[in-house]
């Protein structure tokens, strides 16, 4: 009885958001969580798969068309920092915002002293050292902060950018500082000797080369400039992959990817495609890079996602999308977990109309893709852009866009729990049956930001992880799923139904098959049943099929009573009521629920009036001893040649002396006392008897006590 919902997240929340947000705040965390409360009671509330993505919610929202938070970066213990861009503001309004609950509230840090440009480019981080260029109008510099971004200094101004360089020309931007390892760093820079036209190709002795990095060798205290080999480009970002490959975006000309194996001294390239700043690592060698592209009217770009399988080698195309605007970019594409990417489309950042911003979503690292629709739409409309994505925490990605300065938070979507299917089991022990509970079809949209847990409930119990094992009593019990992502929980229920519908298992224990009986017997059956066995009837019938034929209702029925003390039921059933002859017993069985069950039926034989064979054992024995006193009763061999043992547990075994006849010496009758009978095995009768200290005869003589008469007797002696 899984709950899901419908994807209408992306489009919807946003609107809610828009609802509650005026124009230039700070939310507080209560006003956060409102809006994504919001949120996830929407997704909620309807019906989808478990591929959901939540889409984004507003955690900053700045004024209508005061352009862009351009770059954003996650440096640990929950401290996020955004930098703003600012075309459309004069003077400039760059500035650099910073969080510190994982992107929930936001508050701006001073500006650094001597600070210049329109434009804060990417962040690269090593420890609580943090490092940002500027830009996008020739007076770009270098800030850094030893504080995780909470204060900012002016490391290289514009003038430096110049000296390091060797030019005269603007120095347009410090794109992307990379930390290399062992206190090394790289940026990335573009001057303005020669535009955005083509450039020489760098080499080691390039002085022409409008492409240079900047290096640092002792942890970003001092930097000079080199250029690297193999690139003609400008790019605006590069990445170091998890497998220490350095990914270049060329996209003005000479565009592609160009990959460096030696810590960005070189560089060779891989691909033809206009690349932009849209890159991600999914690890294990595999990358993602995103296009550029810009057209004359009529207003329709094509992007592409492109996908590298063998470390940055060799690309292929894995999807293309129209956007309806003159300039298209995939800016920025985010592995959010395993098995789920987002990337965003953006359009024109120089037209405030170009609001056409979209998202896509692949579950299968970027094999296929997904239209999610408006990457966001907030209180003035759909976003030009969304700049920058990083990930905060499993599942949960901070994102900054364009043109309303919007810092932007992805939506965890509570788990889907999905308990199963109800489940009508059968009773197998008096506790109730063993059930596997299965959760397996429960699913996190997000992946995160922890494994989803599992926890069951339910009236008097309660078991943990995916599908346990866990007995549940008779009757209906409704059993509650909890999956949590370590943030948020999904509920769901199912119904177990343990029931009795299997009949007791019974068994004819007295007579044994093929036993010959006379005079009153008890019949016995043992019964067991999970839910207890209610009564026990026998059934004497004549031989005919599997069942018998009934001989009378007289012995149809007869009800048996339990026995505690040997655990069987039983019932004194007196054979004379029948003629000799063959027969068959059953026994019906009733457990507590009215499931009745049968025994095989057991043939066996009445022979109250036929001749009787005696077959003596015992001859002599030595006078004053106790000894067991041993003889079998069989049929006569005219009536059944097989000559089957009678049972018979009334007789009465008399002794006596031959020289004292009148003189009874022990009477034995059947039970379990020291003078009484036994039958051994159903092949012999046995008694103990203690013999005269003198040497004497005895008879033993046997009495069928119900007909009074004697059915046999024979004699025995003792000796000294």
């Not at 029931?499 to 043992?526: C, K, M, R, Y």
């Not at 009573?561 to 063959?582: Q, S």
């Not at 006078?623 to 018979?648: E, I």
Request: overall charge negative; hydrophobic content about 35%; some cysteine.
């Amino acid at each position: 009885m899984a709950r899901c919902r419908m994807l209408i997240v992306t489009l919807v929340i946003p609107l809610i958001v828009a609802a509650v947000t005026a124009a230039l705040f700070i939310p507080s965390p209560g006003s956060l969580t409102q809006d994504e409360q919001m949120g996830i009671a929407l997704a909620q509330e309807a019906t989808a798969p478990c591929d959901d993505f939540g889409g984004l919610v507003s955690v900053y929202q700045g004024k209508e068309y005061t352009d862009a938070f351009s770059s954003v970066a996650y440096l640990g213990q929950g401290i996020v920092v955004a930098g703003k861009r600012s075309w459309n503001e004069s003077p400039p309004n760059i500035a650099i915002y910073r969080s510190t609950d994982y992107g929930l509230t936001w508050n701006t840090v001073p500006n650094a002293s001597g600070i210049t440009g329109r434009h804060v480019y990417f962040f690269g981080q090593h420890d609580g050292r943090v490092f940002a260029g500027t830009g996008d109008e020739g007076n770009a510099c270098l800030m850094r902060s030893d504080d995780y971004g909470a204060t900012w200094s002016v490391v290289l101004t514009t003038a430096d950018l110049k000296a390091l360089a060797g030019t005269s020309s603007k120095v347009m931007a410090v794109f992307t500082p990379v930390y290399m390892g062992e206190d090394r760093w790289l940026a990335n820079l573009r001057n303005d000797e020669t535009g955005w036209s083509p450039s020489p190709l760098c080499t080691p002795t390039s002085s022409g080369c409008t492409v240079y990095f900047l290096e640092s060798l002792d942890n970003g205290d001092t930097w000079h400039a080199f250029y690297p080999t193999g690139i003609d480009t400008s790019a605006r970002k590069m990445i170091l992959t998890s497998d220490e490959r350095l990914l270049y975006a060329g996209f003005v000309q000479n565009h592609g990817i160009y990959v460096s194996k030696d810590g960005g001294y070189s560089f060779s390239k891989k691909s033809d495609f206009l690349a932009f700043s849209g890159m991600a690592d999914l690890g294990n060698g595999v990358y993602l890079a995103g296009t550029y592209e810009q057209v004359t009217p009529p207003m329709n770009v094509t992007i592409s996602i492109y996908k590298s399988k063998d470390r940055g080698e060799t690309w292929s195309q894995k999807t293309s999308v129209s956007r309806p605007t003159a300039t298209g970019y995939f800016r920025t594409i985010v592995k959010v977990t395993e098995g789920l990417v987002i990337a965003y489309a953006s359009c024109s950042e120089f037209s405030q109309s170009d609001r056409c911003a979209e998202a896509y979503m692949s579950r299968d690292d970027g094999e296929t893709w997904t239209d999610l629709g408006p990457a966001f739409v907030g209180p003035y409309g759909k976003m030009n852009a969304i700049y920058d994505t990083v990930l905060v925490k499993p599942g949960t990605f901070i994102a900054t866009a364009q043109p309303d300065s919007n810092i932007l938070r992805s939506i965890n979507l509570p788990p889907i729990a999905d308990a199963g299917p109800d489940q009508v089991v059968e009773r197998t022990s008096a506790s109730g049956a063993q059930v596997t509970l299965d959760g397996s079809g429960s699913c996190d949209p997000n992946h995160g930001p922890q494994p989803l847990s599992y926890d069951w409930t339910w009236a008097g119990g309660s078991a943990s992880s995916v599908s346990p094992t866990v007995t549940m009593p008779m009757g209906t019990t409704t059993v509650t799923l909890q999956v949590s992502d370590g943030e948020l929980a999904g509920t769901d229920t199912v119904d177990i139904t343990v029931q009795d519908t299997t009949p007791p298992v019974v068994t004819v224990e007295f007579p044994t098959p093929n036993l010959a009986v006379q005079d009153g017997i008890t019949l016995q059956a043992s019964a067991s049943d999970p839910s207890d066995v209610a009564a026990v009837h026998f059934y004497v019938r004549e031989p005919d099929g599997p069942q018998g034929k009934i001989v009378s209702a007289e012995f149809e029925d007869l009800t048996a009573a339990p026995d505690g003390g040997i655990g069987k039921w039983e019932y004194n059933f007196d054979t004379l009521k029948l003629p000799d002859g063959y027969y068959v017993v059953l026994a019906r069985a009733v457990d507590t629920y009215g499931n009745a069950g049968w025994s095989t039926a057991i043939s066996f034989s009445i022979h109250n009036w036929v001749v009787m064979q005696l077959l003596p054992s015992t001859t002599n024995s030595k006078a004053g001893r106790t000894m067991p006193v041993k003889f079998a009763l069989r049929v006569s061999a005219s009536v059944d040649p097989a000559q089957p043992f009678v049972y018979n547990e009334e007789l009465a075994i008399k002794i006596y002396a031959a020289s004292n006849p009148g003189v009874i010496l022990q009477t034995s009758t059947f039970g379990a006392g020291a003078r009484d009978y036994r039958i051994e095995d159903n092949k012999l009768y046995i008694t103990n008897f203690r013999t005269l200290k003198s040497p004497e005869s005895y008879v033993v003589e046997i009495w069928r006590l119900s007909k009074n008469f004697m059915v046999a007797s024979f004699s025995f002696m003792t000796v000294k």
